[in-house]
């Protein structure tokens, strides 16, 4: 069995500025480890990927501990990593076979993750990471092409030895539902939690919020502006409390286009003028994660309204701030549990306005330091839980391919 201390993890960056959501899942999982005491600390190769490279992710990630940022292990091939790269996966997808394995520093990890796709190169053995099966739930947010693509590599990765990983079991069970032929493939599920550091609370949060013209007392809605995260549903809740007299402040980061329907923008701007809102929503764009976590800290309330998740980086947030939220019954999110959380039924804008009108009038706008502390405490537990069971994993794979290579032999 494989030690921590000398597990050596590659680790995919995910997402980027399309997909926020993905780097943030890096992010926690690196800062999880980082809060492992030394010994159990496994040491991380970093792989950003070239749509991600110098947009300071290497300045980011190389400053926590035992994380190091992927490179050529010779000098001589430093200005051709890329090049590498790229060439790499294409004789991996045409021969499923690597034209090299000692070329970079993760070529000496022993297991990597979140591979996200078949047909990775390099030796180390692959975990598997589907973040949800969104496509399957909500087709009609997806075009054929993509469907038709998003099945066929599913197939091609469920096809090939390797752990899944699942952040939730209401994934898990999607999983076996949409695709059972794969019912004895290795599962295990994974949610992960926030990690915040100690500069994430030494912020000035009155000023930082003042910076971007927000009120004292808002509510506060973190969700890239996508057809299926709710904003429709937000909007709508908050022109029949207007009807009514009530004026509540919304507050919106994100990316505020969909890739999927660059209609959606439109629709949302409509809503937002039909209900006499736009003085009302404060739409930031995206923020720098520094001072999206200030936001967080000044909201009086957080409000998650989507249709579907894998396991909301929204409710971990709130849940490691120590702040109260308002949640759309989904499945995923009854399964996070946030004890501070008020539940109204999904795509209900009536019922969202009842609910947010009644905490309304109890709520106040943070930082609110006792809440915080104790956020922050139960955070870090369920880190480190996390990491741990990450490591978990990751040594179960190193297990199962050293048990697979000895049957060779």
């Known amino acids: 069995m494989v030690q921590e201390a000398s597990l050596k993890v590659l680790i995919y960056l995910t997402g980027g500025i399309h997909w926020m959501g993905g780097v943030q899942y890096t992010r926690n999982l690196l800062r999880a480890l980082a809060l492992l005491p030394e010994h159990e600390r496994p040491e991380i190769i970093l792989q950003i990927g070239r749509k991600n490279a110098n947009q300071g ?5 190389s400053s926590l501990p035992n994380v190091v940022i ?4 010779h000098g001589r091939y430093k200005l051709a990593y890329r090049a590498l790269n790229v060439l790499r996966r294409l004789v991996r997808r045409a021969v499923r076979r690597d034209i090299s394995n000692n070329v970079l520093l993760s070529d000496q990890c022993a297991v990597a993750f979140p591979a996200k796709g078949p047909n990775l190169p390099g030796p180390a053995s692959k975990v598997y990471w589907v973040p949800d ?11 054929d092409d993509e469907r038709q693509k998003r099945d066929a590599m599913y197939e091609r990765m469920f096809n090939e030895e390797g752990i899944l990983v699942l952040s939730s079991n209401a994934v898990k069970a999607d999983f ?28 000035d949060v009155p000023r930082v919020c003042s910076s971007y013209g927000l009120p004292e007392k808002f509510v506060y809605l973190p969700n890239q502006m996508w057809q299926h995260k709710g904003f429709d549903t937000a909007f ?8 009514q007299g009530i004026s509540i402040p919304l507050v919106c980061t994100g990316s505020a286009g969909d890739y999927r329907n660059s209609a959606h923008g439109q629709v949302l701007k409509n809503l937002l003028e039909v209900n006499r809102l736009t003085e009302q929503v404060y739409q930031l764009g995206l923020l720098p994660r520094h001072a999206q976590i200030q936001v ?3 909201a009086a309330l957080v409000l998650q309204p989507s249709r579907f998740e894998g396991w909301s980086t929204t409710v971990e947030d709130a849940r490691a701030l120590g702040k109260p939220i308002i949640l759309s019954d989904i499945e995923v999110h009854r399964e996070q549990s946030h004890p501070q959380a008020r539940l109204f039924e ?11 009108a009644d905490a309304w009038t109890t709520a106040c706008a943070g930082p609110d330091s006792a809440a915080e502390h104790a ?10 839980a996390y990491a741990r069971q990450f490591l978990e994993i990751m040594r179960a794979a190193v297990a199962t391919r050293q048990t697979a290579d000895a049957r060779l032999f």
């Open 57 to 61: 992710f290497e300045e980011e990630f």
């Open 70 to 73: 992927d490179r050529p292990l």
């Open 133 to 143: 099966f969104q496509y399957k739930h909500y087709p009609e947010y997806f075009s």
């Open 176 to 203: 076996y539902r949409f695709f059972p032929t794969y019912a004895g493939k290795d599962v295990r599920v994974l949610p992960f939690a926030t990690t915040l550091e100690d500069s994430d609370y030494a912020a």
């Open 236 to 243: 709508q809740a908050l022109g029949i409390l207007r009807q």
């Open 296 to 298: 967080f800290r000044r």
């Open 346 to 356: 999904v795509g209900n804008p009536q019922h969202l306005a009842d609910v947010l």
């Open 375 to 384: 956020g922050r405490l139960a955070g870090n537990e369920r880190s480190l």
